[in-house]
């Protein structure tokens, strides 16, 4: 018996959405780290009632200390401030890569708290899994007061441009008591109660091991929570929605899906890391046989912030950047007919050593989603995610959305044939050799799942 095609209607999906009123005035984008920085420390010093920080990781430098000296004072100079601080367990108790594994954050953190007796700034760490391959807290937004600050960026001294290097992400300013509530609730509701959640700030951590039963816990409610408020809005004006996902097949995996196959006309995709996921291969390519444009923005290999110049010490994290970039060329051979066509658009961000860590969709002036979802396996399946999914039908938020793209582009190269991008016979010995020996052994396959 032949199955019937089903024919989904991914607009459907998207109208059905809850959706919060958002006022275009509220809403304001940046274009560099700089301002961002600024606007976070001013944020900060303002702040009324409550704070709270999600992120990767909030690093021991400058501008770490930069950020967490700011809350400090903050909370002296308000003591009923809340004040809470998330980030990856994991990450935040080891060093950076070709580091001292004394050298932590967690240390940093615990330091912090003896320098400013009687000031309480609890910094949590979130086990996402059982070890940070399989998943870490990738969850984004600092919410100060009723503004939600999103952007995809962790804070240390690259991602707030603190000193001369920087790392290009997206910055936007949301003010919505609605919006904000749902998140500081998400947080409360689905980090907090739970025993698998681990302060930072303490002399002392417990092990993996200790806590092995109850991450588990915490991941399996995590991959079944999302963000929960009252909808307010309908399709025909501005309006923002949260969206939470862990897991292949959650919200926010379904939510992307959908938005990038009901677009009428132009795709715009940013993402540092080319390791498409499989399902979002076909869905362009299916756009592309229906006539649709795709443009895709990616990092150079040499803005990958995993990129080791030739005349430093190396490791195999410096070969991820020429994996990514393999991904890359074969998808533009692939696909090279719609290139000539100018359908295909693929750029390259670069600026001299600058790093690129932007994400994030656009449809046909109409839908866009900011997220710090790398649009990876990684992120299809292990790592907690959010997103926020604007809906602008009346184009209210169109200059600054048109100017923020503009930018981006600015430091592009536009690729119109694969052979622009560099073949893997002509890489450094050491990372010809790497790629190589994996491939040798299948290894390549599992990693591309993990990148």
């Keep these: 018996m032949r199955i019937p095609f089903i024919k989904y209607n991914h607009q459907k999906h998207l109208n059905e959405l809850a959706k919060i009123q958002q006022n275009a005035d509220q809403y304001s984008i940046l274009y560099d780290p700089k301002a961002y920085r600024q606007a976070l420390l001013e944020k900060i010093k303002n702040a009324q009632f409550r704070i709270y920080i999600v992120a990767l990781y909030l690093e021991q430098d400058e501008a770490g200390q930069e950020i967490l000296n700011a809350l400090y004072q903050a909370k002296k100079i308000n003591p009923n401030l809340d004040i809470k601080i998330f980030v990856d367990w994991h990450r935040a108790q080891r060093g950076r890569i070709g580091e001292d594994k004394t050298h932590t954050n967690a240390r940093f953190y615990h330091q912090m708290k003896l320098q400013h007796p009687g000031v309480d700034v609890p910094v949590y760490g979130v086990p996402i899994n059982r070890r940070e391959v399989l998943g870490v807290l990738h969850l984004k937004g ?193 696909l090279q007919s719609y290139v000539d066509k100018e359908q295909l658009i693929i750029r390259l961000w670069k600026d001299n050593d600058q790093t690129y860590h932007l994400k994030g969709v656009w449809i046909d002036n109409e839908w866009m989603l900011v997220t710090g979802n790398n649009l990876n396996p990684r992120a299809w399946r292990l790592d907690l995610e959010n997103g926020i999914l604007i809906h602008d039908p009346k184009q209210e938020l169109q200059t600054q959305i048109t100017h923020e793209l503009e930018t981006i582009r600015q430091k592009t190269t536009l690729i119109t044939h694969f052979q622009q991008i560099q073949a893997s016979q002509f890489y450094p010995k050491r990372v010809h050799k790497l790629i190589k020996r994996l491939s040798r052994i299948r290894v390549d396959k599992v990693i591309k799942r993990l990148l």
């Design 142 to 334: 600092f919410i100060i007061d009723d503004t939600v600050i999103y952007s995809g960026a962790s804070l240390n001294n690259v991602y707030l441009h603190k000193l001369d290097h920087y790392r290009y992400d997206r910055y936007h300013l949301i003010t919505n008591r609605l919006l904000a509530q749902s998140m500081i609730d998400y947080v409360d509701n689905n980090f907090l109660p739970f025993d698998a959640l681990q302060r930072l700030d303490v002399a002392e951590h417990k092990s993996r091991k200790q806590i092995k039963s109850e991450i588990k816990v915490l991941r399996q409610h995590l991959s079944e929570a999302n963000y929960q408020y009252t909808h307010n809005a309908n399709n025909n004006e501005l309006s923002v929605s949260p969206i939470a996902g862990l897991g292949r097949n959650n919200s926010l995996n379904k939510t992307i899906h959908h938005l990038i196959n009901s677009a009428q006309q132009k795709v715009t995709l940013c993402t540092p890391y080319f390791n498409l996921p499989n399902i979002l291969v076909r869905d362009i390519i299916r756009l592309l046989r229906k006539g649709k444009q795709v443009e895709i923005i990616i990092g150079d290999k040499e803005a990958n912030d995993f990129y080791i110049p030739e005349d430093k010490p190396f490791n195999i994290s410096g070969g991820l950047p020429y994996l990514y970039e393999i991904y890359l060329r074969n998808f533009i051979e692939r």
